[in-house]
Nanobody, 113 residues
Framework: VQLQASGGGLVQTGGSLRLSCTCE??????????LAWYRQAPGKQRELVAS???????NYADSVKGRFTISRNNAKNTVFLQMSSLKPEDTAVYYC??????WGQGTQVTVSS
């Protein structure tokens, strides 16, 4: 696995989680890599949650704006997704993605009502 995701779990409505995804491929210029988080709920298509193009700007799905924050630590080749005010509809498997290395293995987030 070239992108190792972690941080998922079970949380109550209104709670918070912080997902991490570390690139374990050597020789990658992580600092300039575009990064993104996607999620896929049961029976639904995978959807973009947040992205960080190489220029440093950020983009969010309307459903998570104001609640989720994508950030990166280039020294650790890691991208984060801070999730707050979680709702049951946020329940999904969350995947990190970079065009340079592809998809991470996913981490399950479950929000109980």
């Amino acid at each position: 696995v070239q992108l190792q995701a972690s941080g998922g779990g079970l949380v109550q409505t209104g709670g918070s989680l912080r997902l991490s995804c570390t690139c374990e491929v050597s020789g990658i210029n992580f600092r300039t890599a575009a990064l993104a988080w996607y999620r896929q709920a049961p029976g639904k298509q995978r959807e973009l949650v947040a992205s960080m193009p190489s220029g440093g700007s950020t983009n969010y799905a309307d459903s998570v704006k104001g609640r989720f924050t994508i950030s990166r630590n280039n020294a650790k080749n890691t991208v984060f997704l801070q999730m707050s005010s979680l709702k049951p509809e946020d329940t999904a498997v969350y995947y990190c993605y970079s065009p340079l290395v592809g998809w991470g293995q996913g981490t399950q987030v479950t929000v109980s009502s």
